[in-house]
T-cell receptor
Framework: NAGVTQTPKFRILKIGQSMTLQCTQD?????MYWYRQDPGMGLKLIYY???????DKGEVPNGYNVSRSTTEDFPLRLELAAPSQTSVYFC???????????FGSGTQLSVL | QKEVEQDPGPLSVPEGAIVSLNCTYS??????FMWYRQYSRKGPELLMY????GNKEDGRFTAQVDKSSKYISLFIRDSQPSDSATYLC????????????FGQGTELSVKP
């Protein structure tokens, strides 16, 4: 099994551009999450989903959108990129309850 | 005041040393406590998982939770260069699953 796969690994955007960070998992997990990690700040939850068609905001959702049309995929959309969105983005999934959270390897995004 | 505080380090120790990593928190509702290990340019991976107060041991790693003091610790015995990584504490309340609150992470370097 591949686990949680994120693409791209690196990306540079200009201010105002848009892009979609892709995340897919092959473990049939219902729960999926997007976190961002800034230097010295730990990880902060952006959005999460408890199943296909259901999404909700986390701690820092402003400037982002998500969709969950299938169990496997949970893309994160940046509509108008800003320098404050320069960060490393991690997608994660788990089966439910308080089960182990599996993380992808991350997307490093720079907005210049 | 941040919900979870963790000394960011960096922490440098010689091979074979005992390492102590700590986090304090303010939310008394936290019941599930985790330690994640993150190698450079990789996603976090779950190292230890503890429910409520007490100790948990797994090989060279011991996790302790003191809910009365709102304090958690991770001890690494006989540290190895392969333990060099960033260690993140994380915690959550009942039935919040993957909606974790992370500490800032402590960067550990174990010198041969």
């Amino acid at each position: 099994n591949a686990g949680v796969t994120q693409t791209p690994k690196f990306r540079i955007l200009k201010i105002g551009q848009s892009m979609t960070l892709q995340c897919t998992q092959d473990m049939n997990h219902n729960y999926m999450y997007w976190y961002r990690q800034d230097p010295g700040m730990g990880l902060k939850l952006i959005y999460y989903s408890v199943g296909a068609g259901i999404t909700d905001k986390g701690e820092v959702p402003n400037g982002y959108n998500v969709s969950r049309s299938t169990t496997e995929d949970f893309p994160l959309r940046l509509e108008l990129a800003a320098p404050s969105q320069t960060s490393v983005y991690f997608c994660a999934s788990h089966q439910g309850g308080n089960e182990k959270l599996f993380f992808g390897s991350g997307t490093q995004l720079s907005v210049l | 005041q941040k919900e979870v505080e963790q000394d960011p380090g960096p922490l440098s120790v010689p091979e074979g040393a005992i390492v102590s990593l700590n986090c304090t928190y303010s939310n008394s509702a936290f019941q599930y406590f985790m330690w994640y290990r993150q190698y450079s340019r990789k996603g976090p991976e779950l190292l230890m998982y503890t429910y409520s107060s007490g100790n948990k041991e797994d090989g060279r790693f011991t996790a302790q939770v003191d809910k009365s003091s709102k304090y958690i610790s991770l001890f690494i015995r006989d540290s190895q260069p392969s333990d060099s990584a960033t260690y993140l504490c994380a915690m959550t309340t009942y039935n919040q699953g993957g909606k974790l609150i992370f500490g800032q992470g402590t960067e550990l370097s174990v010198k041969p």
